[in-house]
């Protein structure tokens, strides 16, 4: 069975602030795929990203950046000089293959963060 | 690319009634599709899913005869919540897979908030 744990219910940063969501992942499949993804309050997913389990090159866009560690079956998202428009929840998931030719998403409790300005 | 559409984006019914919801895939074509349920302050949980053509597959605790699912086309799901009641009351969101290769992809709806009064 897949889990995903996002061990920080809610977090609250000041504005500018550097933050660091945490996932922790678990799975017996070689092969697998990781997201994240943000939910602001209208409830619309928005894709962020999406590491393969071969691929651990950390990766950096804008003020995003994800560390992909499999020895330690994490994959955290940093974001640096947090802005207000950050606040939301934001959801790890593991994807794996689940037969018949598609893979199933397993997501993580969430994280909440708040800037505050 | 990759857009996928529900409507409604809220619906109000009263008990007892049922309520379908549309998930459509605009510019792919989706082999599977997937229905999630996401309660207030709580992550998405997976609920069925679905292939074009066949009888949903539904996880466990879902019941399927409240829950009805049809994929009757590559671009088109829905979800009838039959004798809705205020239980069922939750943030309803489909994804679709576009497959060929991408079968890992999943591409979110923008949800439905359903409220039964």
């Known amino acids: 069975a897949q889990k995903v744990t996002q061990a920080q219910t809610e977090i609250s940063v000041v504005e500018k602030e550097d933050v660091t969501l945490d996932c922790v992942y678990e799975?017996?499949?070689?092969?697998?795929?990781l997201f994240w993804y943000k939910q602001p309050p209208s409830g619309e997913l928005v894709f962020l990203i999406r590491?393969?389990?071969?691929?651990?090159q950390n990766e950096i866009s804008g003020r995003y950046s994800w560390n992909f560690q499999k020895s330690t079956s994490s994959f955290n998202f940093t974001i640096t000089a947090s802005q207000v428009v950050d606040s939301a929840v934001y959801f790890c998931?593991?994807?794996?293959?689940?037969?018949?030719?598609?893979?199933?998403?397993?997501f993580g409790k969430g994280t909440k963060l708040s800037v505050i300005p | 690319g990759a857009v996928v559409s529900q409507h409604p984006s809220r619906v109000i019914c009263k008990s007892g009634t049922s309520v379908k919801i549309e998930c459509r895939s605009l510019?792919?074509?989706?082999?599977?599709m997937f229905w999630y349920r996401q309660f207030p302050k709580q992550s998405l949980m997976l609920m069925a899913t679905?292939?074009?053509?066949?009888?949903?597959?539904?996880e466990q605790g879902v019941e399927k005869d409240k829950f009805l699912i049809n994929h009757a086309s590559l671009t088109l799901s829905t979800l009838t919540v039959t004798s809705a009641h205020p239980e069922d009351s939750s943030f309803y969101i489909c994804?679709?897979?576009?497959?060929?290769?991408?079968?890992?992809?999943?591409?979110f709806g923008p949800g439905t908030r359903l409220t039964v009064t």
């Open positions: 994804s679709a897979n576009p497959g060929h290769g991408f079968s890992y992809e999943q591409y």
């Open positions: 799975t017996r499949d070689t092969t697998y795929y």
């Open positions: 590491r393969n389990s071969f691929d651990e």
């Open positions: 998931a593991l994807s794996v293959y689940s037969g018949a030719g598609s893979y199933q998403l397993t």
């Open positions: 510019d792919f074509q989706a082999t599977t």
């Open positions: 679905s292939n074009e053509g066949s009888k949903a597959t539904y």
